[in-house]
T-cell receptor, first 110, second 114 residues
Framework: DQQVKQNSPSLSVQEGRISILNCDYT??????FLWYKKYPAEGPTFLISISSIKDKNEDGRFTVFLNKSAKHLSLHIVPSQPGDSAVYFCAVLVGNKLVFGAGTILRVKS | NAGVTQTPKFRVLKTGQSMTLLCAQD?????MYWYRQDPGMGLRLIHY?????TTAKGEVPDGYNVSRLKKQNFLLGLESAAPSQTSVYFCASSGTWGGGNEQFFGPGTRLTVL
């Protein structure tokens, strides 16, 4: 059973608007969450993370929100830019290892 | 710094053939990982290492072996390749373990097993 779920395989957004990528997890004991971004033919790169002691973390245009009661986190990108078009993976730290979701393809249209 | 590099970038094997994928990092990281990425499944951990001379199984270790003889290198071996091992393989490294762990990934190796 998947411990981390990204239920939207793809998302299309107009340049300048907000992109919201969602992720659900199964275990309320998970306490550290990360987002990675991946371009075609490249490896994933770390984007932003959040600890369970927080409910929000910002880094420039990227903000991650954590809703522990719903076991849900989301990544907001404002404003979206064409260069943000990529696959976004949500990941959770389980013990000493990262468990990834299946990814969401974001397309930002200019 | 080159970061994390992987060799080769592409490879086609026939069923039953063997091969070794090489991962190298120049960041003096203690921890190294091998993942595979398949459509609709994200990245899954195959094996990992917490330091030179150590290895441990991840989520999907069957059919693979690894070795970490030098701190900077992590090798992934396929002794008898199967079509189910067709995938994109990513190596990663990190300098810490646990919260705050940022893993740095290589560019990937695309393997096709016929």
């Amino acid at each position: 059973d998947q411990q981390v779920k990204q239920n939207s395989p793809s998302l299309s957004v107009q340049e300048g608007r907000i992109s919201i990528l969602n992720c659900d997890y199964t275990n309320s004991m998970f306490d550290y969450f990360l987002w990675y971004k991946k371009y075609p033919a490249e490896g994933p790169t770390f984007l932003i993370s959040i600890s369970s002691i927080k409910d929000k973390n910002e880094d420039g245009r990227f903000t991650v929100f954590l809703n522990k009661s719903a076991k849900h986190l989301s990544l907001h990108i404002v404003p979206s830019q064409p260069g943000d078009s990529a696959v976004y993976f949500c990941a959770v730290l389980v013990g000493n290892k990262l468990v990834f979701g299946a990814g969401t393809i974001l397309r930002v249209k200019s | 710094n080159a970061g994390v590099t992987q060799t080769p970038k592409f490879r086609v094997l026939k069923t039953g053939q063997s091969m070794t994928l090489l991962c190298a990092q120049d960041m003096n990281h203690e921890y190294m990982y091998w993942y595979r990425q398949d459509p609709g499944m994200g990245l899954r951990l195959i094996h990992y290492s917490v330091g030179e001379g150590t290895t441990a199984k991840g989520e999907v270790p069957d059919g693979y072996n690894v070795s970490r003889l030098k701190k900077q290198n992590f090798l992934l071996g396929l002794e008898s390749a199967a079509p189910s091992q067709t995938s994109v393989y990513f190596c990663a490294s990190s300098g810490t373990w646990g919260g705050g762990n940022e893993q740095f990934f290589g560019p990937g190796t695309r393997l096709t097993v016929l």
